[in-house]
């Protein structure tokens, strides 16, 4: 059995707070109930009355003799401790609370320590308080205390809520997504939203989970129930509100300043190929196609439309958020033409409307072509699916015809969600083709619909390229820090630490000239005009050295001149809760500014560490932008894949790290400069 099971398949219910006035918490909770069709035992506990629609009333939880399942705590935050000791004392075997638990308990501490400290110590699963509840569409199990659509149909989709309204927002859906599990977590007591994830990972009908988290109490645990929603091939949607400044502590660092707490869930949900969505409508879209029953093949997006207009218009929406739009092949284009009107151009993304000749029987041949392209991974019918009473039901007939002649998913995109036909919705989901709507957040939708493909294919993850010894180790200045990096089989320039004229000048002839100065035992050197470039000759060291030791000491670093190629930040930062998190960043002076990061956890493999490059904005540059050479991006993504060892072994020793720039060229990339802070 699952710690879960006598919550969310609970045989029978105790209510404590029934009441037979409506629309009190106590009313809604056994009107659930009976609305649902549960059949097992229901005891309702209330002093202030002896009968209730019929069925006897308790006046104490202590007077039910049979074992109870779940008791429900329909009653008031100062009544809680008590009638919690009371379920302890009965021996049920789970509790669901509505209150918010706020307020203090008999010895002054506060309330919901009490109740969570009496359910741990008696085994006992507590769902919520301050939530809404749950429903086991399944077993007609529910419980909650408020008002819920009567004609639930049992599906594959599991959702976890830290909000209580868009729990109950969802369950009134008029797009005909359908539940296995729906909870509103409120407070998780003592559990969290991990722990109803395995429980729904659990059910062979759970197709798609779908998250709205705020925060999260058990990373741990929540990154393992990740990993075996992967395994198991069950997508994962997740949207993430409440951001904070928790990882700004690091502030020493560039990478502190720009790893804010959102980018902890980047990279949690990255490393499991969560789907991360950013609002409800993008949620539903992308859940609606997720629980369909196609997978994408290899290849984008092929789209049919009825209008030139909205053709451009997805066009431009797909390059904005960088869903493909392949062209299609020959035979492809000959075939659209063959059914196209004389002018409308044979090419993906197809406008197919003309004089509207037979435009139901054109509409499906060419979503039959377009599917069966190679360079096609799923087809979009591209429409408003507005009632016409003179095409009746054509575009809906047209997208099932073509659904039935591929195993490629074959969806609808309507533009405007506010003119979305019901009927001809309903008639399209129900014979398999998920209706999306919106143009933005359907494309999104098929944005991660493609990602799973495309994830599908990845290698597994490859052994460390590292294995430098343990930590912690000695870490006085930065010429440490450089030798830490070269450790890990990460090249840097060649580099002598000196204290006077005569030192750095014999270290600059030992490099070979040019050479560069740094202000030694300094962070943001760049800020304090503490960095002497391209020094060419013996006078040039001289006169640098003068600056440099007058304005921030005498002690300075010589190093290498690496050939100017493009710059890279690499960091890593080590969240409260989640521990280290590496950064990848445009590199200089303009890492805060430009916002162009990508966030990952610790360790990675080069092929992970490649494909995190190709989400940078700057990774145009490693490819030779306006004449420039090509960087050496294998370098670059071995040097990620060390960087990411590095700062997974340092957890717990270093606060941060910086390196800043990384300078990439045609033979290789150089990690020239580094902070690390220690704990």
């Avoid at 997974?648 to 580094?674: C, F, K, R, T, Y």
């Amino acid at each position: 059995m699952h710690p879960l099971d006598p919550m969310l398949e609970a045989g029978s219910v105790a209510i404590v707070g029934a009441s037979a006035r409506p629309g009190s918490v106590g009313y809604h909770t056994l009107r659930q109930l009976r609305t649902g069709g549960f059949h097992g035992p229901v005891y309702l506990v209330n002093p202030a009355h002896r009968s209730i629609s019929g069925m006897p009333v308790l006046s104490s939880l202590d007077q039910i003799e049979s074992p109870v399942d779940l008791v429900v705590l329909a009653v008031a935050n100062e009544r809680l401790e008590g009638e919690m000791e009371k379920v302890v004392k009965i021996g049920a075997r789970s509790v669901a609370i509505f209150a918010s638990c706020h307020g203090r308990s008999d010895d002054g501490g506060p309330l919901r320590d009490r109740l969570a400290e009496l359910a741990i110590d008696a085994g006992i699963p507590i769902c919520g308080g301050n939530g809404m509840g749950f429903l086991n569409v399944e077993t007609c199990l529910r419980i909650c205390g408020f008002h819920q659509p009567a004609d639930l149909s049992p599906g594959g989709i599991t959702f976890l809520s830290h909000s209580g309204s868009l729990f109950s927002a969802m369950l009134h859906n008029r797009r005909d997504l359908r539940f296995n599990l729906v909870v509103s977590t409120g407070l998780e007591l003592n559990t969290t939203v991990d722990r109803y994830l395995e429980w729904a990972l659990d059910r062979p009908s759970t197709r798609v989970v779908a998250l709205f988290l705020e925060t999260v109490r058990d990373p741990e645990g929540l990154g393992e129930a990740f990993a075996r929603a992967g395994t198991m091939g069950v997508p994962v949607v997740a949207l993430k509100v409440g951001s904070s400044m928790r990882a700004q502590a690091a502030v020493a660092t560039h990478s502190g300043a720009i790893a804010v707490d959102d980018a902890v869930y980047e990279a949690l949900f990255d490393a499991h190929g969560v789907h991360r969505v950013l609002t409800m409508d993008e949620m539903v879209d992308t859940v609606e196609l997720l629980a369909a029953d196609r997978s994408a093949t290899a290849g984008g997006l092929g789209a049919v439309h009825d209008s030139g207009g909205e053709r451009a218009l997805l066009i431009d929406t797909a390059d904005r958020i960088g869903i493909p739009l392949p062209e299609i092949s020959s035979v492809t284009a000959a075939r659209l033409a063959e059914v196209l009107d004389p002018g409308l151009e044979a090419s993906n993304p197809v406008d197919a409307w003309g004089t509207g000749r037979q435009s139901g029987s054109v509409f499906a041949d060419c979503m039959k072509a377009l599917a069966e392209d190679p360079s096609i991974g799923a087809v979009a019918f591209c429409v408003d699916l507005t009632t016409e009473e003179d095409l009746d039901d054509a575009y809906s007939a047209a997208a099932l015809e073509a659904h039935a002649t591929t195993d490629k998913p074959v969806l609808v995109i309507a533009n405007l969600s506010t003119t979305v036909d019901p009927d001809q919705a309903r008639q399209l989901r129900r014979g398999g083709v998920p209706v999306l709507e919106g143009t933005e957040t359907g494309l999104r939708a098929v944005g991660h619909l493609l990602d799973r493909h495309h994830r599908s294919t990845w290698p597994s993850p490859r052994n460390r390229l590292s294995s430098p010894g343990t930590w912690p180790r000695r870490l006085s200045g930065e010429a440490q820090a450089m030798e830490t990096l070269a450790e890990y089989g990460i090249d840097t320039p060649k580099t002598f630490i000196a204290g006077d004229e005569a030192a750095v000048l014999a270290a600059a002839e030992a490099i070979g000239f040019p050479v560069v100065l740094k202000a030694a035992g300094i962070a943001h050197k760049t800020e304090l005009a503490g960095v002497h470039l391209g020094l060419g000759d013996r006078p040039a060291v001289s006169a640098a050295y003068q600056d440099l030791s007058g304005r921030l000491g005498s002690e300075v670093m010589v190093c290498q001149q690496i050939p100017a190629g493009v710059e890279v930040a690499l960091g890593s930062v080590t969240d409260p809760q989640f521990g280290p998190v590496v950064l990848v960043s445009a590199g200089g002076t303009l890492i805060e500014v430009l916002g162009d990061r990508i966030a990952l956890l610790p360790p990675i493999d080069v092929f992970r560490a490649r494909r995190a490059l190709d989400r940078l904005g700057l990774r145009p540059l490693l490819d030779g932008h306006r004449g420039s050479v090509m960087a050496d991006v294998e370098a670059l993504a071995e040097l990620l894949a060390r960087f990411s060892e590095l700062a997974a072994d340092s957890a717990g020793h270093l606060e941060s790290i910086d390196v800043n720039p990384v300078i990439v060229g045609p033979s290789g990339a150089v990690a020239v400069d580094v902070l690390m802070v220690p704990r």
